[in-house]
């Protein structure tokens, strides 16, 4: 049966990382290459999702095509522009 707190609860966990999860921009590495088109990765399951290359919308739904890869996900905080001065 669908929980939509179970939902809420899970999205909050600390290895789970989305677009609009409020804690910055990230460096997402999969199998040890880095990707720029994640929008969901979850490090203790090795699961991500990555827009399609080259990016395509799905017609009728304006939505962007993704699929969902496993691996080993890691997550590094992106250096800011004064860090790197």
Do not use: N, W
């Not at 409020?22 to 999969?30: D, H, N, T």
């Amino acid at each position: 049966m669908y929980s939509a707190k179970a939902e809420v609860d899970y999205f909050k966990q600390e290895q789970v990382h989305t677009l609009a999860d409020g804690r910055g921009p990230r460096l997402v590495f999969i199998d040890g290459v880095e990707r720029a088109d994640v929008t969901y990765a979850d490090t203790e399951l090795g699961i991500a999702v990555i827009a399609t290359q080259p990016l395509r919308v799905l017609p009728d739904t304006h939505r962007i095509d993704e699929v969902a890869v496993m691996g080993d996900i890691r997550i590094e905080p992106k250096p800011t522009a004064a860090a790197a001065d």
